[in-house]
């Protein structure tokens, strides 16, 4: 969400917004599942039909943890507000109307993808694809390279060097930034 366009093609998918945090064991975990069982264990309470097992576990849950779950949640959709505005909507200067586009208008846009992005109820897993006609119907403006055999070639050929680079020296996570050419 931090680049001035989004290039896919109809085998390409991006993940909804999951961040994964570290619990009290140190192990990497998705927190808006946290959060979603915390939020139905809580709504359960205060309709008095929570078990005693579900208590026993809100009782228990640390509050600090889960406060920096959502901590991590409301820093993931901040931070694609502002790289949506910042960067991909630079250039969303009119309506297809060709009234002039507002910054009100591409902080509610931005914060509209945001919020559905990191929707757990909608892509139910961290795992799940969203292709580019779910992209689109978010109103998020893709440019779809499908047609671009040139382009394909290219995105390909680099594809296939990172993922040798990556594979020869064991990387579990590689992050390609301009200041890593």
């Known amino acids: 969400m931090s680049g001035d366009n989004i290039y896919m093609n109809y085998y390409n ?3 909804p917004v ?23 264990l809580l709504a359960k309470a205060q309709n008095n039909t929570i078990s005693q097992a579900e208590f026993l576990i809100l009782k228990d849950f640390d509050l600090a943890e889960l406060r920096a779950y959502e901590q991590a949640k409301e820093l993931a959709v901040d931070l694609i507000q502002k790289w ?8 969303w200067v009119v309506h ?3 009234t002039n586009v507002t910054l009100e208008e591409k902080k509610q846009r931005a914060n509209e993808i945001a919020n559905k992005l990191s929707n757990n109820n909608i892509w139910k897993s961290h795992g799940r694809a969203i292709n580019l006609e779910e992209l689109r119907e978010m109103n998020l403006k893709i440019i779809d390279y499908g047609d671009d055999k040139e382009l394909i070639c290219k ?11 990556v594979a020869k020296y064991n990387f579990g996570v590689f992050v390609h930034t301009r200041r890593f050419l």
Do not use: C, E, T, W
């Open 13 to 15: 998918a991006l993940g």
């Open 18 to 40: 999951d961040p994964q945090v570290q619990n009290r064991d140190g192990k990497l975990v998705a927190a808006l599942g946290y959060l979603d069982k915390i939020n139905d």
């Open 84 to 91: 949506l505005v910042k960067y991909k909507f630079k250039d």
């Open 96 to 98: 297809s109307d060709r």
């Open 155 to 165: 995105i390909d050929d680099y594809y296939s060097i990172m993922k040798d680079y």
